[in-house]
Structures are given as structure tokens and as C-alpha cells.
DNA sequence: CTGTTAGCGCGTTCAT
DNA sequence: ATGAACGCGCTAACAG
């Protein structure tokens, strides 16, 4: 080391003690702002580089009224470990690192289980962060309209809720419904089923969206199969489902990790995909591609999404009154329909 | 509202103004700490519950010199965007989750393409956390021995370093690497191959556990493939390279997820898993029982990690000089060998 | 162009 | 049992 044996620099004092120079000069020096002659600048910037001197982060974001961060919330209301077992929110929060990161915030990640319906304004208030995005509304959708109306920079994941509940960013469930029902009825399947769990929002508007896209002599032939979605319990629902004698043949999936439980239980049953019953998921995880047979399924741009989140949420951030927003969903064809 | 009009509360001097007492003493009567009068306490307690004033962490912490967060830092040194992709992460991630908030910590989510090799201590020397977790250590394990080397609250997932790299928690890959080796040669499997990324230190444990493994006529008869490991490119790898013609009988995959990817990629060529070909993984990822045939593979205990994980970084950050804990992996038998 | 000063919201001596 | 005063590390007026 060639410093004086002052030990590490603990904060801008030490270096502008160091560089001669006052706390202020220093403070202009390292942030940029304000007016220094480059010199100066240049002189204590390379002192600070040579001894390892950062900025604190806290300090900084204390005087500037902010944190600096924005908080990712999982609300796990109808199973606990559902969504993080699913491959989804792991893209999802892939993207959302790398926007925030980009615009030089934190990510804050929190799972958390609403035992009690003031978890959201709890958390709120505890100002820890600048804004905050939730991932699923799970059941909690009451909780998520009464934060949103006082507190504006929330933005939620997941099916917009009807009225004015918070700002939303999600797939359009009901289209997506729509297709997959259209893709089953053109394969000529009429002996249909949904499996999924419909007191989630999302799962319930695609169950909806399915009845919806079928001709209506069609409707009564749809069985309602109400699931968990991880994919040990779906697995073990579909099982039972078709030893019960159950023999559709054609069956929309609620996620693709569903879609995969449901090919792995006929299987064992001697069923055969998609010979004897089409098999449709959503989402489009990466791992679709990989299941056998390859997974037909309802494409949700996960990339685009988090794109939305993110732009909404500093919009709202910045005072703006951004609004909801919905993406279009695809379909995938590939070999289980 | 039942204030005055006064607005909301933004600090403990505003709460201390409307109670008629000091700052010092609404501190004590939030915080619980220091010596205060019963009824004091309960009644400024609720009148914070009542206007829902929270104390601020930020400031909190800066006057206590700590951060209250815990930084999870994912390099993606040999292929952007690979970790991210594989659900072993997130499961790993939610574990974590929880572990950190039932500590009271935060958990700040980075990913960080290593592009220049200071990444690390420049984000420790920010300060914004009380210690980071590595997830991975890709191809990063010279930076991060010689961060361990000044920072103490550093913890890594992955393969331990040979010599005093960084504390460091993960599967012990060269013992499963000899199980999956054990299981092949026991089906009577003899032209076998690795497909993985061996620029990776936990894949390259695992090849080289595996040749340990094998008995010594049958070394010369594993071919190493190097793939990538995410879906896309490594379902590629193995069909370019089951194209060439090549027919092992016997595959190690780095991965659940490369294990489904050949498993794709080899019945697109009319070879039959496991009649033709075994193959099997590595992780037990939630989907490895779904896959078609279901996933015969080494599984790692992910929960059990992230426990040692948070446990021993909380050690190192209260001083202790922990060191670093190894997994016994476990085969698991399925159908797909 | 640079230095002095006053906080950001809180916890903690040291008094009383 | 409570209050006054100081400082955690930093930025932003305001002077000079």
C-alpha cells in the first residue's frame, strides 16, 4: 500500500483530508455533478481508485430522499411454493435484474406468505424501497387495490383486475384461452378439459377464455378439473384424475409445468400423446421445447413483460399516472396436440 | 384520520412532536431497546400504529453501520444467460429467500457479467451489503479467491477450490460424478460419454468423478462432449452430434436439464432411452420426475445448501472463521436408465 | 472553482 | 425515566 498507514478510507472526510482538498470538492469529484476543474477531478479520482474508495451507497441514497432499490414480491397466498418452483418466475426475475440493474437499482427479493392482509402497506411503509413490483397476485387481489389507491409506484404482475384495482402488466389470459381452445376444437377434440386452479386470476381467466373460444356445442363437453400447480401435486390430481376412468381428449393446461404432469400421468395410464388426447400448456418455458413429446402451449413473452414492469413502474416513480398494460399471447404448435 | 391535519409522518421527530416527548424517547419506545416508563411506550406505540408511522431502515442502518441486506451475486462469466435459465437456481434462490427474512435481512439480487475482473470488490466496496453470497462461481474462481482473501463475509456455492479459495458450500460433484459412473457401468454400459461445460469447476468435478468411477478398461471408452448447458444450445450440441453418427450406450449429463435436452435430441434420431441408451442427470430438479422417461439422476439437496449458505455467512460477518461444507450427493434411480 | 454549513432519520452517550 | 446533543456518510445550498 502507499498510503500513509492511515488505514482504509472509511469516508469522504478521510480522503479529503488526504487530497488536502474539503469534503464537498471530493463529493463533486466522485459523483460528477457540479462544477470542478478537471484537474482536481481527475487528481482525486485517482486517489480514490488507488485506495479503494466507493461512495457509500446508504449514506448517499439518505440524503437524496430515496434507497435506490425496488422490491420484488412473491405473495405465495393459495400454495405455499407454488411460484418458485415454477421456471417462469426465474426467467421473469433473470429479466427484471438485468432492467433494474441497467438503471443502476437494487432488487430487493422477498417471498412472502399474507397470513395477515397488511403484509403490502407493512412493507410500504417501512420505506425501504423506491417502488415495488409483485409477481402474482395469488389470492391477495383486496390487498393489492387498497395499497394501490394510496401508494403509487406498485406495479403487479398478472391478470388486470376489473374496476381499478392496481397497474398491471400481464399476458392477455382470455385470448390465450381463446387460441388454445380454437387449436383443440380445429384437431377435431371434443371431449375436453381444463386443469388448473381457478382461484388464482390468471388461471381463471384462461379457463374462461377456453370456454369462451369454443363453439358452443362444446361447452358442456369441458370438465372443470380444479389442480394445484406444482408439479408433484399436479402430477398426483392427474393420476387420480384418470384412474378415476376419466378419458378426454383433449386437455388445456394451466401452465406448461401442469401440461407436463398431465402427459406423465396418461402416460402411466396408457395413454397416448397426443394419439389419443392433446395436450396444451401456457407460458412456452424453456423447457417445453424438451418435453416429450415437445410441448404445444400458449406463448406469454416473459422478456417483454419484465420490460413493461419495469418502464411502468419508474414512470410511476417519476409521478407519471402510466396505466396497465396487456401482451399478446401465441401459439406454439409443437408435438402434444 | 384522526391527526390534525398535520400530514403523514416522515420522521420519529414528527411522532415525537405529536406525543409531547422527545426523539430520544419515541427511539426507545419503537426499537424496545433502553429502559422506558410502560405506559410511555405503549401509548407512543400506538399512536405510530395509528398513523402508520414505521421507522426507517436506511437511516437505521447507517447510524447502526450496517446494511440489514445480503447481496446474492450470480456471474455469468461462461455463457450469459445459462443460470438463469436452469430451474435449479431458482429453487435455490427461494430457499434463500426465506432463510435471509427469517434473519430480518434483505436480499439484493444482482446479476453481474464479469467483464472485467474487479467486479467483485467494486460492489463490495460500495458497502451496500453485509456480506454476499456467490451463486456459481463459473469461471470466476480466481477473482473470488483473491476477494476472500481481504473480505471476510464471502460465501460461494459450487466447487471448492483447491488451496484457500473462498468458504464455499456445494454438492461433493466428484463423489456423484463416481455414482452416476457406478450406476452406468452396473447396467452394463460401455461406450460412454460426458456432455458438459468442463470450463465450469462443478462440471469438470463431475467428469472427472466419473472417469475416478469407472472401472479402469472403460476410461478409455468415455468421450467428453463439451456443450453448453442451457436448452437450446445443448439440445443442439446433441443433435449435431448424434447426427455425426455417434452411438454411445451410456450418457452423464452435467445437468437435469442437458440429461432432457439428449433424451430430445436422441429419439429425434429413432434411439430409444433407456433401451438403445442410458442416460442420467444431475440435480434432481422438480421437473426430473416429469420428464419422458422420467430422470434417473444425482440429486443435490438444494434446501440443505442454502442453509449452510445463510449459516455460515452469518458466522463469517459475526467474526467466526467458518469454513467450507460439502453435500453428499445422491442417485436417484428412475426410468431413463 | 472551492470551502463552510446544515441537514437526511435515526441511535446513543451523557445529563438531568 | 426522559431530554439534549452529537454523529453515521453523504449532498446541496450558500459564500467566498
Known amino acids: ?151 403509487r409506484p406498485l406495479v403487479v404482475w398478472g391478470e388486470q383486475a376489473p374496476g381499478d384495482g392496481p397497474a398491471t402488466v400481464g399476458a392477455d389470459n382470455i385470448a390465450g384461452g381463446r387460441l388454445a381452445a380454437q387449436h383443440l376444437a380445429d384437431r377435431g377434440r371434443r371431449r375436453l378439459a381444463f386443469f388448473g386452479d381457478v382461484g388464482v386470476p390468471e388461471f381463471a381467466a384462461r379457463h374462461a377464455g377456453f370456454l369462451a373460444g369454443l363453439p358452443p356445442e362444446l361447452h358442456d363437453a369441458v370438465t372443470l378439473v380444479s389442480s394445484p400447480v406444482t408439479p408433484e401435486a399436479s402430477e398426483a390430481t392427474a393420476r387420480d384424475w384418470f384412474g378415476a376412468g376419466n378419458r378426454p381428449d383433449g386437455i388445456f393446461a394451466a401452465s406448461d409445468v401442469v401440461a407436463m404432469s398431465l402427459i406423465a400421468a396418461a402416460e402411466q395410464q396408457g395413454l397416448r400423446v397426443p394419439r389419443d388426447l392433446s395436450i396444451i400448456g401456457f407460458d412456452d418455458i424453456p423447457l417445453a421445447r424438451l418435453a416429450r413429446p415437445p410441448l404445444t402451449t400458449i406463448r406469454q413473452d416473459i422478456e417483454v413483460g419484465a420490460h413493461h414492469l419495469v418502464d411502468l413502474l419508474f414512470r410511476r416513480i417519476g409521478g407519471e399516472d402510466a396505466g396497465s398494460v396487456q401482451i399478446a399471447p401465441e401459439l406454439v404448435v409443437r408435438e402434444s396436440s
Chains 1, 2 share one sequence.
Do not use: C
Open 1 to 151: 500500500m502507499d498510503d500513509q498507514g492511515s488505514g482504509p478510507l472509511k469516508s469522504i472526510a478521510d480522503l479529503a483530508r488526504l487530497a488536502g482538498v474539503s469534503v464537498s470538492t471530493v463529493s463533486r469529484a466522485l459523483t460528477g455533478k457540479g462544477a470542478l476543474n478537471r484537474g482536481t477531478r481527475e487528481r482525486i479520482q485517482a486517489l480514490a481508485d488507488r485506495h479503494g474508495f466507493r461512495l457509500n451507497v446508504a449514506a448517499q441514497n439518505l440524503r437524496l430522499g430515496r434507497t435506490g432499490a425496488v422490491a420484488i414480491l412473491m405473495p405465495l397466498g393459495h400454495a405455499r411454493g407454488q411460484q418458485l418452483s415454477d421456471p417462469f418466475f426465474l426467467t421473469m426475475l433473470g429479466y427484471l435484474a438485468d432492467a433494474l440493474t441497467d438503471r443502476g437499482y437494487d432488487m430487493l427479493l422477498s417471498r412472502v406468505l399474507p397470513d395477515r392482509d397488511d403484509w403490502l402497506d407493512t412493507f410500504i411503509r417501512t420505506g425501504r424501497t423506491d417502488g415495488v413490483i409483485v409477481i402474482g397476485q395469488s389470492d391477495q387481489g383486496a390487498v393489492l387495490a387498497r395499497a394501490a389507491a394510496r401508494y
